[in-house]
């Protein structure tokens, strides 16, 4: 209203000297226009009758013409004036504050009030997404753009609230159900309370699919399920979350923006009004003759000029100010006399602010108006590059002892064991015992503590569904329970019954000739014989002695191998291990589980003699085929793919401080895990001494710091070479001073440095309200979980308990720092990082907070205040990590909270060792154990179990091959069925399911888990939206096997009942941003500056959830394949995710075409989720983003046919110069060619000759027994940070081959001159 004031008064001034120019003189114009601005109608200010006066006498006129003249203008532009009514609204001679002032500071206050009420965490979009939701603020990326971007977008598109309300109430009441079976598909509208996030939608309980029977049990059990998880899932609708505003409720976006303008309209009048008074009092003086001072200097012309200039900005002063100042007029007695034209003109005001508001974001988005980049774009390449590669000593191959695979190893002999003594892969006594398997292994190995009425206390520890867990264990296969059926016996069901020519099949190779006298014949002694390369002889602990037991045993390590020498590893040839070990065992079971054979399409194996030569694939689908038949071999019995997930070097050195400051506990880190962690930290030590943040960075304080402190705890003496080489490394750095602040924080639990060294992590953070603009519970919740028990930590200054006796802390103390430990000024180090670690160096800001914090922890002035308060902090703390620890059946949701929430128990429970909290902690700490070839590794998750079998079942579903495959594709099944979070009888059982209710959700910051699949296993609890997507796109697929849906009908299979599906769908609807796109666990609750605020210096981007394009695409193809499927669910909504998830991704799109791929390296794979995602959203192969896309690809592919990248891609953000030239094949890589030609085939490239050269490539590449040679890492997360995927290089190659027979034809793997011929 303000500016249109300006506007209109702005074009009077204009015409009114024009106008007077026309017929008058100069002097005239300047006699006119002081006559003008004499008008006054401000009577209760005396200066205007001096004014009137002192101007009229230096024109030699007399007052009344001066008013006369102002009146006549003035008749000719009226004044704009507002009805009586309103008149009493600004401050009256009886009244010292304005009411609407009043009435404003109240309505602001009173939101607020609201929003930390209704909207008590920044998470309230956990509900159904309407069809109307963010269509009037979708403004391209405004809502994750920059300051300016959200401050706009704020004000333009999060207004129109009560329009969009009210719309959502048309929906409501126009909306249809339509029944489906005896499942009710929701509205197309929501009902308004729930809009508002105020209460659940009770009437619809059906969305939730609580009020239908749970586990089989009837309609009388289901009917007591409280109401608060009944309709937890439709609680809220679209205007639960305002990613734009985080915490603020939606019931208070429009009184708090309205509030704001009527503040800022009744000050900007008080401004104008003194504004007014001091122009007056100084116009009067330099127009009066008579006044003294530097007024009398200056010349009579310029003050005329002054005068004139004065007396325009007093005319339009004075036009604003009359739709104040004029309702003056009208006296009022008293304040109360106001208040009801108050409300009148506040409601007024709102109405109109609010349809200005829904008309101008409507003509932006019109108009194409775009604000500043959006912070979900990951911006250009960086300026500075990483030039330094590790180090490593060429040509050493290390080698697994016999001692450490069996397991007969102490801590007290590490100095003499032999590390380059050779031992077969077969030798090992380490196995993989997955699911029920599992847990029979874990409780086993708890089962010495007992109840006081003798029952198994473990057991009822081990909570959460077991499908999908994997440990290394020592000990034998433990018996199921009566109650459990095993996945063996599963498997054995599904070869019965699933598809029973399998018994006919077997029947007749029975018969065959008994003088066969291949090793694998079934007439052999096969059971047995497989089973001895696993069986030894418990005295002597060796092996029995068989050759054809060697002969089978030489054959699968060759097999396992991936093209490498069996169990060696050489770093200087490639850090990334082949998973020999965990493959050996899988081949080996399948063998023994079918009597000797191999798949069909590998079988020449057992005919095959060392001396014949290869038989490579003639087509592309013969070489997807082996390839297909080769992966069957690895598949668990529970139907997951397990694998090497490492990498990272910093996290097992967090697991050994947590079991060193717990007092070493066994049961938790054994001799035999100690001896192969140390092999892991020795043989990935690089030459100078110095370990990386991951397998291939080059070294860095990070990692060498962390890991030389691991080595030590783990019994590494220090007059070893590789301590020696190690500690000289860090001590010509620096010191540990110089490490990074994760590093110094695990140095400050065990005692190795001072907490003065560490910056605070203040943990009555958590206690500003949820609307405070930077709250934790607005960050990222990788971010979030790991500070917060840092928070715990740090508040509560934890340090092990025998730091200051115990010899080998001391000894640290000595060995880590270039000074004497006691002389360090610890205050001055804490913002000391060596360059090699600083990724994401400390912004200013950011340091000068942390210096404040640092004033706050250790000033005493502050003491009083801060012991007031960080009681409550650290309770709050602990109540959210049980809550955390509980939902994830104490799992967690990464490595490093794992181990940070674990000693907080531990710290909780007065250092208690078997309070039942801390044995659940250590009861989950094998489920992040590796063991492979380069010794034990704590992986970045529990495992990939579920991210990898959705993309190995769609790989296979592609290829056309589910039914040829029959019970492969029936285990995944299975497997997808038993992972789907909160949505079976057992994951529903745990107490993981009690939080999923609102309040729960609400008070802990969770989006809504029950229907999401999670990357790892249901018992982890985390849903992500690419997993998801992907988990649904894998069960959609399998919809399409005939012997899986026959399966599913005889009830062989358990059935996904379609309202599972919908809750996935639900799941990804709720995830979806307000740019369009989709993060990874929840929406974006923050802002960018929150990047400002990173403490971490080695990682990039991990403060806010931002959208991905690898997150969009799979989110948005997961929601068009539902849709083929079923086409009357949530129609409207589910169109409108998938046009607006498409213009995010074009947003993001670089302009040389390429994709930028956030979750691994790194442009090959952004490009194949960029492509495949507008392809599936309907957008046409010949568009221009998908076209430019194509050609960049091209541009990028090498001499040799393929593609190539390694971690330098991500690191830089600029495709890596020399490719994969490390660790691949002449720069190429297998799985970067293999997305390269996902994206291209995806797009229907017409260079068919560069595809055919892609696949040629994938098809040389591959191994005779159908697998593909590991190469360079392929994951990476935080942008600076890489981590193994074994799985990608058997999946990829499989998926690539079959697409680009599907869209070019067989013959597109053939080589030209053999296709000419033909």
Partial sequence: RIISCFVIVAFDNIYLVLSIMEDHSPETVEQVMAEAALETVMEDLPTAAILEETTAAAYNLEPAAVIETSTSTCETFPPLSLPTPLQPLFSTPNTLISPLFVLAVVIMFLSLLFAQKFSRSPLQQIGHVGPRGRKYHSWNESTTGGCGGRFIDWWIFGGSVWIRAAL??????????????????????????????????????????????????????????????????????????????GGFGPICLAPIRASVFLIGWCSVCSFLKITYNELVDFITKLADPASAGHFQQIPSLYRDKIINVVASILYFIQDVMKVGNDLVEKKSDSL?????????????????????????????????????????????????????????????????????????????????????????????????????????????????????????????????????????????????????????????????????????????????????????SPL??????????????????????????????????????????????????????????????????????????????????????????????????????????????????????????????????????????????????????????????????????????????????????????????????KDEDWIKSGRDFIQKEGGAVMTSSWAKFWLCLVGCMDWKGHNSVP???????????????????????????????????????????????????????????????????????????????????????????????????????????????????????????????????????????????????????????????????????????????????????????????????????????????????????????????????????????????????????????????????????????????????????????????????????????????????????????????ENNRGFGWYEELNPSEVFGDIMIDYSYVECSMASLTALADFHEKYPDHRTNEITFAIKRGAEFMKSIQRKDGSWYGSWACCFCYGCWFGIEGLIKSGESASSPAIQKCCQYLLSQQRANGGWGEDFTSCYDKDYAANGMQSYGDDGSGVVNTAWALMALSAAKCNDVEAVRKGVRYLMSRQLDCGDWPQEGIAGVFNRACGITYTAYRNVFPIWALGRCVATYGDNIGKDPCIKELE
């Fill in 524 to 717: 052999s002694p096969l059971g047995d014989l497989v089973q001895n390369i696993f069986s030894f002889d418990r005295d002597n602990e060796s092996p029995k002695e068989d050759p054809k037991q060697d002969e089978t045993a030489k054959l699968i390590e060759t097999i396992a191998s991936g093209g490498r020498n069996p169990m060696a590893f050489d770093p200087s040839k490639n850090p990334n291990s082949c998973d020999q070990i965990f493959r050996a065992q899988m081949i080996s079971s399948y063998l023994e589980k079918n009597d000797g054979k191999f798949p069909e399409d590998i079988a020449y194996l057992q005919d095959k003699g060392e001396s014949d030569e290869a038989n490579p694939p003639k087509t592309a689908i013969e070489a997807a085929k082996r390839g297909v038949a080769f992966y069957s071999l690895l598949q668990s019995t529970d139907g997951h793919w397990a694998g090497d997930y490492g990498g990272p070097h910093f996290l097992l050195p967090g697991l050994v401080v947590s079991w060193y400051v717990m007092g070493c506990p066994s049961v938790m880190i054994s001799p035999p895990q100690q001896a192969l962690m140390l092999h892991y930290f020795k043989v990935h030590q690089q030459a100078d001494g110095g370990w990386g943040t991951h397998i291939e960075s080059p070294s860095t304080m990070f990692g060498a710091v962390i890991c030389y402190l691991a080595a030590r705890l783990l019994g590494a003496h």
């Fill in 336 to 520: 109360g006399d106001a208040w009801l034209p108050t409300i009148a003109y506040a409601i007024a005001f709102i109405v109109v602010l609010e349809f200005g508001m829904y008309l101008i974001g409507n003509a932006c988005m019109l108009l194409k108006i775009y604000v500043p980049m959006g912070i979900s774009h990951p911006g250009g390449a960086r300026p500075h590059k990483i030039v330094r590669t590790p180090q490593w000593t060429e040509g050493k191959e290390h080698f697994l002892s016999q001692k450490l695979l069996s397991g007969d190893y102490s801590s007290s002999s590490s100095s003499s064991r032999d590390v380059n003594e050779e031992s077969g892969v077969l030798s090992s006594k380490w196995r993989c015992a997955v699911a029920h398997d599992s847990h029979q292994d874990t409780i086993a190995k708890f089962n010495y503590i007992k109840s006081k009425e003798g029952d198994d206390v473990s057991s009822s520890l081990m909570t959460g569904e077991p499908f999908g867990r994997q440990i290394w264990t020592l000990n034998e296969s433990q018996p199921s329970s009566d109650k459990e059926v095993s996945e063996d016996d599963m498997e054995n069901k599904l070869k019965q019954e699933l598809v029973p020519n399998l018994k006919e099949e077997k029947k007749e190779e029975e018969e065959k000739t008994e003088d066969n006298n291949n090793i694998f």
């Fill in 168 to 245: 959502c109430l048309w929906d409501g009441m126009a909306g249809t159900h339509s029944s489906d079976g005896d499942h009710h598909q929701e509205s197309s509208g929501e009902n308004l309370f729930a809009c508002f996030g105020v209460v659940g939608n009770k009437s619809d309980k059906s969305a939730a699919g609580e009020s239908e029977s749970i586990g089989g049990e009837d309609k009388k059990q289901s009917e007591n399920i409280p109401d608060h998880l009944a309709h937890a899932v439709s609680s809220t609708g679209i205007l639960g979350f305002d990613s734009s505003l």
């Fill in 763 to 1081: 943990p009555e953070m958590w206690l500003l309200p949820n609307w405070f603009p930077f709250h934790p519970g607005r960050m990222w919740c990788h971010c979030r979980m790991v500070y917060l028990p840092m928070g715990y930590l740090y508040g509560s200054r934890f340090i092990y308990s025998q730091a200051e006796t115990d010899p080998l802390i001391e000894e640290l103390r000595n060995e880590l720092y270039c000074e004497p430990y006691d002389s360090i000024e610890w205050d001055r180090t804490r913002h000391l990082v060596a360059s090699m670690d600083n990724y994401s160096p400390i912004p200013t800001f950011m340091k000068f907070a942390q210096n404040c914090l640092s004033v706050y922890e250790n000033w005493k002035i502050f003491r009083p205040f801060r012991d007031a308060i960080r009681k409550a902090g650290l309770d709050f703390c602990l109540e959210y990590m049980r809550a955390e620890d509980l939902q994830t059946n104490f799992i967690d949701i990464g490595p490093v909270n794992k181990a940070l929430n674990m000693v907080s128990a531990f710290h909780s429970a007065n250092n208690d060792i078997n309070d039942p909290a801390v044995r659940s902690h250590m009861m989950r700490v094998p489920d992040y154990l590796w063991v492979a070839e380069d010794g034990m590794k704590m992986q970045g998750y529990n495992g990939s179990q579920c991210w990898d079998t959705s993309f190995a079942i769609q790989a296979v579903w592609e290829c056309g091959l589910l039914d040829k495959f029959p019970i492969l594709s029936a285990k995944v099944w299975a497997f997808l069925e038993r992972t789907q979070i909160l949505s079976t009888e057992c994951s529903q059982s745990t107490p993981a399911y009690q939080y999923e209710s609102c309040d729960s959700r609400d008070k802990f910051y969770r989006h809504v888990s029950k229907g999401g699949w999670p990357f790892s296993t249901s018992a982890h609890g985390w849903p992500i939206s690419d997993c998801t997507g992907e988990g649904l796109k894998g069960v959609l697929a399998l919809m399409d096997s005939p012997i899986v849906m026959d399966g599913v009908k005889r009830g062989i299979l358990k059935d996904i009942e379609p309202r599972r599906l919908y809750d996935a769908v639900n799941v990804i609807l709720t995830l979806q941003n307000e740019d369009g796109g989709w993060a990874t666990y």
